[in-house]
Nanobody, 118 residues
Framework: QVQLVESGGGLVQAGGSLRLSCAAS????????MGWFRQAPGKERSFVAA?????STLAADKGRFTISRDNAKKTVYLQMNSLKPEDTAVYYCAAGTSSGSSSLYNYWGQGTQVTVSS
């Protein structure tokens, strides 16, 4: 059974940083592209960043968010810097591809809350 478990969310002040982790089990991480999405209250889920099996990355905000992976640890990371209140959302990890389209991912985690105070 595939499981993706996010961690590292929390409350941070504007301008601060957080690093989210996504621990995968039940799959061979190196076989999958991985992505991060987020959903704020009352809004649709939106793309944050993705990383291909070969390590190529894509990000909606390259200057602030960086995705990386450690296949040996079966973990994907999202480094978030210079956080803004509008970054407040539940952040989800997904496995399947390295696209910006959520419909192309096969597996999803339960999400971790990130709250940025002003």
């Amino acid at each position: 059974q595939v499981q993706l478990v996010e961690s590292g969310g929390g409350l941070v002040q504007a301008g601060g940083s957080l690093r989210l982790s996504c621990a995968a089990s039940g799959l061979t991480l190196s076989d999958y592209g991985m992505g991060w999405f987020r959903q704020a209250p009352g809004k649709e889920r939106s793309f944050v960043a993705a990383i291909s099996r070969s390590g190529s990355t894509l990000a909606a905000d390259k200057g602030r968010f960086t995705i990386s992976r450690d296949n040996a640890k079966k973990t994907v990371y999202l480094q978030m810097n210079s956080l803004k209140p509008e970054d407040t959302a539940v952040y989800y990890c997904a496995a399947g591809t390295s696209s910006g389209s959520s419909s192309l991912y096969n597996y999803w985690g339960q999400g971790t809350q990130v709250t940025v105070s002003s």
